[in-house]
Structures are given as structure tokens and as C-alpha cells.
């Protein structure tokens, strides 16, 4: 993960960085750089990832099938568990991740066509529409 002045954004296998690199950007002038946060260990690679446009969430499916929410602010001495709001093995795996406006509602695209809206405080789905059947 990175950050710049207008917010986080992942960074992990971008440039050589290994998976799960977290890093802030800096900005001086002309000269910008990177400096690693901290490096979070993954078991599968991230598929798609999105950050919330309000809240400092971070949306990640992998290609192991799990779609998790986690809070940016890692607490290093609770580990990962604590800040990982919530978890779901999706039917089919996630292509694609988006947010409503308000940062209250995560939208998942899947590969068999369904969207699906979950809650960000507790992943509940909301909403499921799956694809027309063809004629």
C-alpha cells in the first residue's frame, strides 16, 4: 500500500515491491520517494483492491476467492485480526471492487456477472443482482 497527498493506494508488486509492501509517499519539490511502513505477509495475491473515498478502509479480494475489509491504520501490537472488519468467500471470484460515494456501501463485480453490495461495518450483503439468463 501506498499513500500520497490525495490518499493510500496499493502499492504491492508495483515498481519491485513485494506483495503486501505498505508505503508512504513523499513529495519534495521535484524529488518524490517512497518509505515502507510495514510489510504484511499474504497467502494468496490481491486480485483487485480499493480504498474508500471517506474512511480509511482498505477493500481486498484475493485469488484464493476471500474478499476481506480491513482498516488502514495497522495496530502493530493487535496484528491484522483486529483490524480486519470482515471476510467472505464469494461463489465466484471478484474482478472488480467499487464504493458507493458516501464510503458506506462496498460493490463487488464477480466473474459469472453478479454484483453484489455489502455494508462496510459488517459485510452484509444488501443487494445481489446476477446476470440475465441469454435468449
Given amino acids: 500500500m501506498a499513500s500520497s497527498s490525495k490518499g493510500a ?15 508512504s509517499h513523499h513529495t519534495q519539490q521535484t524529488k518524490q520517494s517512497f518509505t515502507l511502513l510495514h510489510d504484511k505477509n499474504m497467502l ?3 486480485s483487485a483492491s480499493s480504498w474508500c473515498p471517506t474512511m480509511d478502509l482498505l477493500a ?4 484464493d476467492g476471500q474478499l476481506s475489509l480491513s482498516r488502514l491504520e ?41 454484483v453484489v453490495l455489502h455494508h462496510v461495518e459488517d459485510g452484509e450483503t444488501l443487494h445481489v443482482s446476477k446476470p440475465h439468463a441469454r435468449a
Wanted: overall charge neutral; proline content about 11%.
Fill in 9 to 23: 493506494f496499493p502499492a504491492a508488486g508495483q515498481a519491485g515491491n513485494p506483495p503486501g509492501a505498505a508505503l
Fill in 74 to 114: 495497522w495496530n502493530k501490537q493487535g496484528g491484522e485480526r483486529e483490524n480486519k472488519l470482515w471476510s467472505t468467500n464469494p461463489d465466484a471470484p471478484v474482478t472488480s471492487l467499487g464504493w458507493r460515494p458516501d464510503g458506506k456501501v462496498l460493490v463487488s463485480g464477480h466473474a459469472d456477472g453478479t
Fill in 44 to 46: 494468496a495475491p490481491a
Fill in 60 to 63: 481486498l479480494a484475493t485469488t
